[in-house]
T-cell receptor, first 114, second 111 residues
Framework: KAGVTQTPRYLIKTRGQQVTLSCSPI?????VSWYQQTPGQGLQFLFE???????NKGNFPGRFSGRQFSNSRSEMNVSTLELGDSALYLC?????????????FGEGSRLTVL | GQNIDQPTEMTATEGAIVQINCTYQ??????LFWYQQHAGEAPTFLSY????GLEEKGRFSSFLSRSKGYSYLLLKELQMKDSASYLC????????????FGAGTRLAVHP
C-alpha cells in the first residue's frame, strides 16, 4: 500500500514568487492536513481538508491557502513568498473525518526562499 | 493555552532502555501520538494512545494517563539507528485532525 506522496520534494524560489505543493494521501484516506516545520517553531498546523472542505485552519496569514479535490488529493499554495517561508512542508493523511485513528506523514516538500 | 513539554535532549547507551516523557495541557484532547524523526527526514508514526494505559509494539511502548496529562515513550534494546528526534503530539478536540506538537526530544544513542 503506497504511503503519502508529496511533490515536489525540493524546490527553490525567490521572494515574491508563489509556490504550489501537492499531496496524494494513502489510498482510501479522506482527511489531509498540512504542517510547516522550521528549526525555530517546530511543527505547526496549517490547515485540514476533508471531503473537499477546509475544516480547520492554523494561525498563518492569508498567503497560505489550500484545496482538496474529489479524489482526496490536496494542494497548498503560498503566494508572495517571504524568506521566513523557507521550511519543510508536510502533508498528513488519515482514514476518515471523525478525527480518530492514526495519522501518517509524507516525506515533505522542502522549500527554500532566496 | 496549548502546551506540550518534553525534554530537549537525552543520551543513552546501545542496548539500554530509555523513557521519554511528555506532559500536555491542551484545551481539547482526542489522542496522543509519538513520531520518530531522523535529521532531514519526515516524521514516522510510532504509536497512538487515546485511552489510558500501555500500548506495546515491538521494542517501543507508549503510556498515557489522561487525568495527569502525561505520556511516555519507552524504547528498549536501544540501537544506534534509534538516534533521532522523538515528537509528542496531541490531537486537538473538536473533531478535526489538528495535531499540536511538542518541540521534540533529541535522543543520542552511544556505543
Amino acid at each position: 500500500k503506497a504511503g503519502v506522496t508529496q511533490t515536489p520534494r525540493y524546490l527553490i524560489k525567490t521572494r515574491g514568487q508563489q509556490v504550489t505543493l501537492s499531496c496524494s494521501p494513502i489510498s482510501g484516506h479522506r482527511s489531509v492536513s498540512w504542517y510547516q516545520q522550521t528549526p525555530g517553531q517546530g511543527l505547526q498546523f496549517l490547515f485540514e481538508y476533508f471531503s473537499e472542505t477546509q475544516r480547520n485552519k492554523g494561525n498563518f496569514p492569508g498567503r497560505f491557502s489550500g484545496r482538496q479535490f474529489s479524489n482526496s488529493r490536496s494542494e497548498m499554495n503560498v503566494s508572495t513568498l517571504e524568506l521566513g517561508d523557507s521550511a519543510l512542508y508536510l502533508c498528513a493523511s488519515s482514514l476518515d473525518g471523525r478525527a480518530a485513528g492514526e495519522l501518517f506523514f509524507g516525506e515533505g516538500s522542502r522549500l527554500t526562499v532566496l | 493555552g496549548q502546551n506540550i513539554d518534553q525534554p530537549t535532549e537525552m543520551t543513552a547507551t546501545e542496548g539500554a532502555i530509555v523513557q521519554i516523557n511528555c506532559t500536555y495541557q491542551t484545551s481539547g484532547f482526542n489522542g496522543l501520538f509519538w513520531y520518530q524523526q531522523h535529521a532531514g527526514e519526515a516524521p514516522t508514526f510510532l504509536s497512538y494512545n487515546v485511552l489510558d494505559g500501555l500500548e506495546e509494539k515491538g521494542r517501543f511502548s507508549s503510556f498515557l494517563s489522561r487525568s495527569k496529562g502525561y505520556s511516555y515513550l519507552l524504547l528498549k534494546e536501544l540501537q544506534m539507528k534509534d538516534s533521532a528526534s522523538y515528537l509528542c503530539a496531541v490531537r486537538d478536540g473538536g473533531g478535526y485532525n489538528k495535531l499540536i506538537f511538542g518541540a521534540g526530544t533529541r535522543l543520542a544513542v552511544h556505543p
